[in-house]
């Protein structure tokens, strides 16, 4: 049965953001594909997401894989709208940097590809990432504009944490923009810029953002800087997915859009979990002085904002979903 609202696909359904963006399109009345990578031996529990209110009759799940850009043409066709979700994370840089980008880029390729060849898909909507702006090299005081981008030999020479990331998301946003200005009589394209997206989750495993954000309660120290220089902005889970389906729908949208709501020092930060929280452990001030010398620098929504997208959820509901969903599904033990 078609959805109300007509046949979306959204890439990456397992993860995340994919999944919370499927569970609120299913709630507008939206039929929804969504893709997942193979899985021969059925180990992958997708029962999350067949079992969202609505998925029985409005959810259907491919395969496809980013390795095989052609394998997403089956869940494009016929759809009117595309959410690019799905990406290559790989924050331990266990993977070279060049493979994981030039797997992202194809992927990306393909699947524009197959959104021109459907003839029925109107607006691309591709899931960037902070990381596309914040590596700048540039020493500016102002908040970060959609005009600002990373620079890829700025990051190989810092090699922050997750660069390979970093160099992968900034260059596959660039390529799918210079794809939508190449076919823009026939397709729109648009990216959001998510900034550290935090709250709850519905997927079973701890999202690689997540885990970041709650690093000083974790005990994670090798993100400590991570979170110094991308903690000063972030955004609700729930939120972003809501940009998503409004840059969707948005009859005006082009270009880059970033998506953040909210920013904290990494001092700030502290300070507000050990009083929110004084059951955690939380580290001393004097083990995160080591972060001080990090340079942050907030993003500007006034693009999304002037296009009239409205933030729901502050700094505390941001931490209060992830830390109770951590509880929840047993990632954090504390009596509390």
């Not at 993860?15 to 919370?20: A, D, L, R, T």
């Not at 595309?82 to 992927?107: C, L, W, Y």
């Amino acid at each position: 049965m078609e959805g109300e609202k007509g046949r979306v696909c959204v890439t990456g359904g397992t993860g995340y953001i994919g999944s919370w963006l499927i569970m609120r399109l299913l709630e507008r009345g939206y039929s929804v594909r969504t893709t997942t990578r193979s899985d021969p031996g059925h180990t992958k529990d997708i029962g999350f997401l067949t079992s969202l209110p609505g998925a029985s009759e409005k959810l259907q799940i491919f395969n496809a894989d980013l390795c095989i850009p052609e394998s997403f043409s089956a869940a494009i066709e016929g759809c009117i709208g595309v959410f690019h979700v799905a990406t290559p994370v790989d924050f331990e840089d266990k993977e070279a940097e060049e493979i994981m980008t030039k797997r992202s880029i194809e992927g990306a390729f393909g699947i524009l590809n197959a959104c021109l060849n459907s003839q029925t898909v109107k607006r691309v909507v591709y899931t960037s990432s902070v990381a596309a702006v914040l590596y700048s090299g540039e020493d500016i005081d102002d908040e970060a504009d959609e005009s600002v981008w990373s620079d890829i030999d700025f990051i190989k020479a810092l090699k922050p944490y997750g660069a390979s990331y970093a160099v992968s998301k900034t260059s596959t946003e660039r390529a799918i923009l210079e794809f939508g200005e190449k076919h823009g009589l026939e397709l729109d394209v648009v990216t959001i810029i998510p900034s550290l997206v935090i709250g709850p989750f519905i997927c079973p495993k701890l999202p690689n953002s997540v885990s970041l954000a709650l690093a000083m309660i974790l005990g994670n120290e090798d993100a400590y800087n991570f979170i110094a220089i991308t903690a000063s902005s972030m955004v609700h889970v729930d939120d972003l997915a809501s940009a998503h389906i409004f840059l969707l729908e948005y009859p005006n949208a082009k270009g880059r859009y970033i998506c953040s709501s909210d920013g904290i020092t990494i001092q700030q930060m502290r300070e507000f979990l050990a009083t929110s929280y004084p059951e955690i452990q939380i580290p001393t001030p004097d083990s995160l002085k080591k972060c001080e010398g990090s340079k942050t620098r907030g993003l500007s929504s006034k693009k999304l904002l002037d296009s009239g997208f409205r933030y729901k959820y502050g700094v505390k509901e941001i931490f209060d979903g992830a830390i109770q969903c951590c509880r929840e599904k047993g990632y954090l033990q504390f009596n509390g």
